[in-house]
């Protein structure tokens, strides 16, 4: 599985775009990105994923670069209820019998006034 | 739709006793996973259940399983509890196919206190 690499920490202030980087440099050919993010206390939450094309959806943009050796996710309009640790994972095509998600230390985003 | 649903939400339970866990995934998902969660470990895959069949298992002991019914309902089990089996347990639910296994929705999780 390819290894990723995130910010422990970014700080955004209320109603900017926030940013977070991930870098995933031994992406394979076939190997999408997947990110979750986790609100204190609850289970966490598919946001978007993506392969090579950038994603849009109503949560948030996927922007991945050409040589796929990094990411970034988008939340154009950050509020205090983003808030959360933003995990960014990477996978490949489930086969059936290798679907498990690995999360790593993921980025700790705080949203301020 | 409703999302997934984790009964009990607390559980308090003591060294050496069992417990059993559970988990309604969302309706028509036939994926359910189960994940540990720990302040050291983070956040840890245990097992995989498609179709009433174990198709995925993480690195757990053997004190850990599992099993999935036929309406996709799951059940978690740990036996002879340990102090470190306390966590929170993630049950996540996903369509189960090739690119939407890993597009997985959550329940909110029991918190499992062993004294």
């Known amino acids: 599985d390819a290894k990723t690499t995130q910010p422990p920490s970014m700080d955004c202030a209320e109603g900017r775009a926030a940013n977070l980087p991930c870098n995933h440099s031994t992406i394979s050919g076939n190997e999408y990105v997947y990110w979750y993010r986790q609100i204190h206390s609850q289970g966490p939450q598919y946001i978007i994923h993506g392969l090579k094309n950038n994603e849009t959806n109503e949560m948030a943009s996927l922007i991945i670069t050409e040589d796929r050796k990094s990411s970034t996710l988008i939340l154009p309009h950050a509020t205090l209820r983003d808030t959360a640790v933003y995990y960014c994972?990477?996978?490949?095509?489930?086969?059936?019998?290798?679907?498990?998600?690995?999360f790593g230390t993921g980025t700790r985003l705080q949203v301020t006034l | 739709k409703a999302g997934v649903t984790q009964t009990p939400r607390y559980l308090i339970k003591t060294r050496g006793q069992q417990v059993t866990l559970s988990c309604s995934p969302i309706s028509g998902h036939r994926s359910v996973s189960w994940y540990q969660q720990t302040p050291g470990q983070g956040l840890q895959f245990l097992f995989e259940?498609?179709?009433?069949?174990?198709?995925n298992k993480g690195n757990f002991p053997g004190r850990f399983s599992g099993r999935q019914f036929s309406n996709s309902r799951s059940e978690m089990n740990v036996s002879t509890l340990e102090l470190g089996d306390s966590a929170l347990y993630l049950c996540?639910?996903?369509?189960?196919?090739?690119?939407?296994?890993?597009?997985?929705?959550f329940g909110p999780g029991t918190r499992l206190t062993v004294t």
């Open positions: 994972i990477v996978r490949p095509p489930s086969t059936g019998t290798a679907s498990k998600l690995t």
């Open positions: 996540a639910s996903s369509g189960g196919g090739q690119l939407s296994s890993y597009e997985q929705y």
């Open positions: 259940y498609f179709s009433e069949t174990q198709r």
